[in-house]
């Protein structure tokens, strides 16, 4: 922090189009701010920022104060907000010339929203293609498909058949028992089910001693 010009005094608007709710923004010269998000109905919310006076230490107990404005600060929660993702990216945060924000500002943030939603969406159905795994899918990507109301295969789970580590039969994620070869993969649903007994008091050791019970649980699939 080099320089601050000391000519803005009052305050300047922060608007969100995003509904995203961010993590409070920490600074050592305001402490917390909590970036507002638009309620539903809302075009978009406007978080009032105020300039400050931060110190900087200059060392020798020497300090100088020095006056950031509302726009420096408001601008550089949008950076740090909209550099979130990487390169271009951008998550619906920018700060108004005036008190309200513009008609052309408000469908200039929209625009850049929707583009760097698209190459999000562009990006997963890339992913998608290659390895049909939705773990390869991230939040944001899914986010951004649900913000632009496309429909994906890759937003609902619909995950390849996994492998019986006994028989390496396909078998879908998550069922307790193998269809194959009826080895017991999740001893706690079988017993949900009646599948197995309960078997309270080994279960209780079990979880004493998971590595145990690890072993014991190859050892019975074999
Ligand atoms: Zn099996």
Known sequence: MA?????ESGSVSLVNISTEKWPPRHRTYFGSLEVRSPEPGEAYAITP???CTGVIDMGDKRNMDIRITAREI?????????????????????????????????????????EFQSRLVAAA????ERTKNPMFITDLERRAARQL???KPWLYDSRPLAECPVCAEKIKHGVAVCRSCGAILDREKA????????RRRER?????NPSEAAKQEIEAGK
């Open 149 to 151: 109301g496309v429909e």
């Open 125 to 128: 159905d890339l992913e998608w």
């Open 191 to 198: 017993a949900q089910y009646g599948l197995v007994g309960a």
């Open 3 to 7: 320089t601050a010009t000391a000519t």
């Open 49 to 51: 920022i105020r300039g």
């Open 204 to 208: 209780q050791k079990d979880s004493e």
């Open 74 to 114: 408001a601008e550089d929660i949008a950076r740090e907000i909209n550099g979130d993702s990487g390169e271009g990216s951008f998550h619906g945060v920018f700060v108004a010339a005036g008190t309200e924000p513009t008609e052309t500002e408000l469908a200039d943030a929209r625009r850049r929203l929707k």
